[in-house]
């Protein structure tokens, strides 16, 4: 029996990895999902993403597959040519200089495509997802971080040294709070899952009558973005504060990018699309307010059609692309 060709996706974020083995049409075959622990360092998280592929590879021999190359989106700036991370946060510690694609590539012998996650994400959506057939685009993926992938004219803008997209440190608040990156008033620092989290981990010690309260049993540790929008779509008032407030920030950020770059289309991607339409229904006339008037008529923000999967199915439609051109 001929076997099938897939590729092997990879998407490693802040809090998990994930791994799949995926054909050439972007159906997952298996998929595998792992709490990223920085804990023991970068040396650590390598060798379990080499274990986690290892994994697929073999998940792939014992059902008739092939896995032709690997696609790999990682959070931080990469050297897409290299194949090495040439700037992290302190989310990823010791992640810079870690030559990602000489590893894999001497482990598994196949081609290996590495680029930021918010790049592969927006390949992803283009491929199969909420931008299929749209040829100028900006994805905005919000999770532990915040970053995004531009695509203009049907191909991903990567910039002059490949770092275009970094939505998540463009400044918002001239004098705000203190970012990851060193810097102060990032888009990250606003609407990053750690700021969610600590926002309203704050208002809990105050003792703020919410549902979220019921939902992480009394340990303020079970505190995830998830309870904030499952209490806000279930009509929690502080919950709904903390969305709209979120919503705020980020429609400043895409409300910029759309003045910058007039796309047809915003896509939002990552954990904060869990809050589902009731985000659309805050971010829309914030973004509205500040856009351009010629541009007011013309706003069209969707949330992912790829949901969890949107990194592992754009990870592999990079290895994809780059087989095709190679
Ligand atoms: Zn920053």
Redesign the pocket.
Same mark, same amino acid.
């Given at each position: 029996m001929k076997k099938k060709r897939c590729v092997c996706g990879v998407d490693l974020g802040g809090t998990k990895t994930a791994t799949a083995l995926i054909d050439f049409h972007g159906n997952i075959h298996h998929k595998t999902k792992k709490k990223t622990d920085v804990s023991d360092g970068a040396k650590s998280v390598m060798a379990g993403i080499v274990g986690m592929i290892r994994d697929e590879f073999e998940y792939a021999d014992n059902h008739e597959m092939i896995v032709n190359a690997i696609g790999m989106g990682s959070g931080g700036c990469i050297d897409k040519d290299k194949g090495v991370v040439s700037y992290a946060t302190s989310v990823f510690p010791g992640w810079i200089g870690m030559p990602i694609k000489d590893i894999l590539q001497k482990e598994f012998d196949v081609p290996v495509s590495i680029d930021n996650d918010g790049k592969v994400t927006a390949l992803g959506e283009g491929w199969i997802g909420a931008a299929k057939g749209v040829e100028n685009f900006v994805c905005i993926a919000v999770g532990t971080g915040v970053t995004s992938g531009i695509v203009i004219s049907g191909e991903l803008y990567r910039g002059y040294g490949g770092y275009a997209g970094e939505i998540?440190?463009a400044s918002i608040e001239m004098n705000g709070v203190e $970012? *990851?990156?060193g810097?102060y008033g $990032?888009l *990250?620092?606003y609407v990053g899952a750690s700021s969610i989290i600590k926002r309203v981990t704050k208002a809990l010690k105050k003792g703020v009558k919410t549902k979220i309260n019921d939902k992480i049993k009394g340990d303020l540790a079970n505190v995830t973005p998830q309870t904030v929008f499952e209490s806000a779509q279930e009509g929690d008032e502080f919950a709904l504060s903390v969305l709209a407030e979120v919503s705020k920030y980020l429609g400043v950020g895409i409300a910029n990018l759309i003045n910058t770059l007039n796309p047809e289309l915003i896509v939002l991607s990552g954990g904060l699309a869990q809050a589902g339409e009731l985000l659309l229904k805050f971010v829309r006339p914030a973004v509205k307010q500040r856009i351009n008037v010629q541009a007011t008529g013309q706003i069209n923000i969707k949330l992912t059609k790829l949901g969890e999967e949107a990194g592992v199915i754009g990870a592999a439609a990079l290895a994809i692309t780059n087989m095709e051109q190679s």
């Open positions: 998540g440190h $970012c *990851d990156c810097n $990032c *990250d620092a």
